[in-house]
């Protein structure tokens, strides 16, 4: 069973950035596809960004992200990476980490991640 673990959440102004991290457990990290979601208060959990297996050369972003924020992830750390600049007070949610539910398979859906994070909080004030 993997676990995922997210560190760098926390407090910014209005326009300034963030870097999250999401450390992974366990032999299998390279096979599968990661991705990051979001959930603000009183509202459904929402895809944020997802990369491709191995090398990450396929990536994907919510549009109300594009531009802002950029995934990558480093395989030999187990990690995956959420770079936020020109963040918004929109942003303000908790963040997760999360693992495909296939190896060799990218989705951006949350039925196509199988294993989560605990959460991260994220507040942008105005």
């Known amino acids: 069973q993997v676990q995922l673990v997210e560190t760098g959440g926390g407090l910014v102004q209005a326009g300034g950035s963030l870097r999250l991290s999401c450390a992974a457990s366990g032999r299998t990290f390279s096979t599968f596809a990661m991705g990051w979601f979001r959930q603000a208060p009183g509202k459904e959990r929402e895809f944020v960004a997802a990369?491709?297996?191995?090398?990450?050369?396929?990536?994907y972003y919510a549009d109300s992200v594009k531009g802002r924020f950029t995934i990558s992830r480093d395989n030999d750390k187990r990690s995956v990476y959420l770079q936020m600049n020109s963040l918004k007070p929109e942003d303000t949610a908790v963040y997760y980490c999360?693992?495909?539910?296939?190896?060799?398979?990218?989705?951006?859906?949350?039925?196509?991640?199988?294993?989560w994070g605990q959460g991260t909080q994220v507040t942008v004030s105005s």
């Open positions: 999360a693992r495909g539910s296939l190896q060799w398979r990218l989705g951006v859906r949350e039925t196509d991640f199988g294993s």
């Open positions: 990369i491709s297996w191995t090398g990450g050369k396929e990536t």
